[in-house]
T-cell receptor
Framework: RKEVEQDPGPFNVPEGATVAFNCTYSNSASQSFFWYRQDCRKEPKLLMSVYSSGNEDGRFTAQLNRASQYISLLIRDSKLSDSATYLCVVGTYNTDKLIFGTGTRLQVFP | NAGVTQTPKFRVLKTGQSMTLLCAQDMNHEYMYWYRQDPGMGLRLIHYSVGEGTTAKGEVPDGYNVSRLKKQNFLLGLESAAPSQTSVYFC?????????????FGAGTRLSVL
């Protein structure tokens, strides 16, 4: 079983739609959680950290469920520029390393 | 605003050739990482360093060596390239903030081994 699992997609949604991605992780001792964004043929970039109480950054909302060991990302009012691959990332207990999911691809169409 | 710089951006090697990928960061970060990214596999950690003069193995270290002689530089070496090492290589550097490891990536090196 992979340490971090994501639905690879693609998710094809129209502009203005709301879309949600989920991710599960296997190590219950994981301490930190993130969503990164990766555009085609570019490097990953931090989108947002995920806090236990849930957090919002504009149109993006991240949630963490430690009991069920899953993380979610909700994107409201999707824009064409949101088209990218979204990587679920989990930090190891000693914080030295990050474990990356294989990513969920989002395509927003006009 | 250089951040993390990787050189070269592209390279084609023949099987058995050697090369070194250079990663440089100007953010005074302690931690540096080398990943490879292959279709359907996601980012996999090759080697990493938690400070100048230290290195450690990641998930897929075989066939690679690294050195961190200076805090700002992290070198990845391929001693005898194999076609299985065809990949996109990303370097990252990071700091810890509130026990969170925040990583910043370079633009990547696309390597083909023929």
């Amino acid at each position: 079983r992979k340490e971090v699992e994501q639905d690879p997609g693609p998710f094809n949604v129209p502009e203005g739609a709301t879309v949600a991605f989920n991710c599960t992780y296997s190590n219950s001792a994981s301490q930190s959680f993130f969503w990164y964004r990766q555009d085609c043929r570019k490097e990953p970039k931090l989108l947002m950290s995920v806090y236990s109480s849930g957090n919002e950054d504009g149109r993006f909302t991240a949630q963490l469920n430690r009991a069920s060991q899953y993380i979610s990302l909700l994107i409201r009012d999707s824009k064409l520029s949101d088209s990218a691959t979204y990587l679920c990332v989990v930090g190891t207990y000693n914080t030295d390393k990050l474990i990356f999911g294989t990513g969920t691809r989002l395509q927003v169409f006009p | 605003n250089a951040g993390v710089t990787q050189t070269p951006k592209f390279r084609v090697l023949k099987t058995g050739q050697s090369m070194t990928l250079l990663c440089a960061q100007d953010m005074n970060h302690e931690y540096m990482y080398w990943y490879r990214q292959d279709p359907g596999m996601g980012l996999r950690l090759i080697h990493y360093s938690v400070g100048e003069g230290t290195t450690a193995k990641g998930e897929v270290p075989d066939g690679y060596n690294v050195s961190r002689l200076k805090k700002q530089n992290f070198l990845l070496g391929l001693e005898s390239a194999a076609p299985s090492q065809t990949s996109v290589y990303f370097c990252a550097s990071s700091y810890l903030a509130e026990a969170k490891n925040i990583q910043y990536f370079g633009a990547g090196t696309r390597l083909s081994v023929l």
